[in-house]
């Protein structure tokens, strides 16, 4: 079997209303889905990280740079094609977009691997330790409103979470140190004092800014505080962890098992949340996964895009063991966005519903068990909402 094309469909629609976190509000939805074809009729399918115009960029390097690379090869060589990539775009990125575009291309591979052996993901990583994950869903967006408005609307926003079924609920952060202690607050009050909540700082804080906060979270009690400083400070994420009790999290935009290596030995996190549709695939996550239980990390992992990406973190929490194992282990798990997502909701030809899933089955998703990612997109709905 040869490898003949590989095509990346970026998708776009205007979200009914603006969202934020805490480096800008945004408007768009964007999804970049990769599509391996091959000379026997069976194509795979995988997902980049990027949104917005980086994914028209991440568009050009995965047809114009990658694919030719890749063109004429055996799909089913999916390290030894990993490792010519990657060398050949050492020297150009070794983090950030050459990377996202490598992740979904080697998604698409493992895809295709399934589909061409009849397995799905979970199987062929050696099997499933469940086949329903626990959800957590998140919510809870900055909007150009008020801080009166935003603490009624966390407060709601959190307790509505835990409504709908989900195992626990996670903010933003961003509007400063003093309205976002009143923010976290507000959502401790909303969930009541025996569900978990975390807060996702998209790395706005200093370290001195990150403590304060921390310190508030400790006598709130939240499960953990998300990328609370700039990813490249690793310095600030072990201050961090010295002096507050709340797990410390982290990891979405470090890429490579070079990368989590240095997170992990000079232990940086609590819990590590690897990005799969961007530190380099399916491939360099199982590499990532195997060194961050080395270290006894828990990883749950970091998931953001489309009902493939959404598939793809549903195959490898499926085959994540537990750390450390016991009969009642901590579960890993999913990772929802509960603001609009058609492309997460309406991509495929039968979709996950997660939100249905979630309200029948109190706050748990099936682990799909068809072949590959075990999931088919609907190309009437791909063509339809191309860029
Ligand atoms: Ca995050």
Redesign the pocket.
């Known amino acids: 079997m040869k490898i003949t094309c590989i095509k990346s469909h970026v998708l776009g629609y205007d979200l009914p209303e603006e969202l934020g976190y805490s480096q800008q509000y945004y408007a768009r939805r964007t999804a970049h889905l990769v599509e391996i074809e091959t000379d026997e009729g069976i194509s795979g399918w995988g997902e980049c990280f990027g949104p917005g115009n980086i994914a028209l960029a991440n568009r050009a390097i995965v047809e114009q740079v990658i694919q030719p690379m890749l063109l004429g090869e055996d799909p089913m060589a999916r390290e030894v094609l990993w490792h010519r990539v990657y060398n050949l775009l050492r020297d150009h990125g070794q983090k950030g977009m050459p990377m996202q575009a490598l992740s979904g291309v080697d998604i698409a591979l493992w895809d295709l691997f399934g589909k061409i052996v009849g397995q799905p993901i979970h199987g062929l990583l050696g099997g499933a330790f469940r086949d329903r994950v626990p959800v957590y869903g998140y919510g809870m967006m900055l909007k150009r409103e008020s801080l009166a408005e935003h603490v009624a609307r966390f407060s709601d926003e959190a307790a509505a979470i835990r409504e709908a079924g989900f195992v626990a609920t996670k903010m933003k952060v961003g509007l400063g140190v003093r309205d976002d202690i009143a923010l976290c607050v507000a959502v401790r009050e909303g969930v009541g004092p025996d569900f978990d909540f975390m807060v996702?700082a998209?790395h706005c804080y200093t370290v001195n800014d990150a403590m304060t906060v921390g310190l508030a979270l400790d006598e709130l009690g939240a499960y953990w505080f998300?990328?609370p400083v700039a990813p490249e400070d690793l310095d600030g994420y072990i201050r961090l962890r010295d002096h507050i009790a709340t797990h410390i999290s982290g990891g979405?935009a470090e890429f490579s098992r070079w990368g989590w290596r240095e997170l992990l030995t000079r232990g940086c996190l609590d819990i590590a949340?690897p990005e799969v549709c961007a530190l380099g695939g399916i491939s360099e996550y199982q590499k990532v996964l195997a060194m961050a239980h080395a270290h006894f990390t828990p990883v749950v992992n970091?998931v953001w895009g489309s009902a493939i990406a959404v598939a793809a973190n549903l195959q490898l929490l499926a085959a994540m063991p537990p750390l450390p194992g016991g009969l009642f282990p901590r579960e890993p798990w999913l990772e929802f966005d509960t603001t609009d997502n058609r492309f997460r909701d309406q991509l495929l030809l039968e979709p996950l519903d997660i939100q249905g899933q979630v309200a029948r089955s109190g706050g748990t998703v099936s682990v799909p068990t068809g072949p590959g990612l075990g999931v088919e997109p609907d190309r009437d709905f791909i063509a339809h909402y191309a860029i």
């Open positions: 996702d998209n998300e990328e979405e949340q970091h």
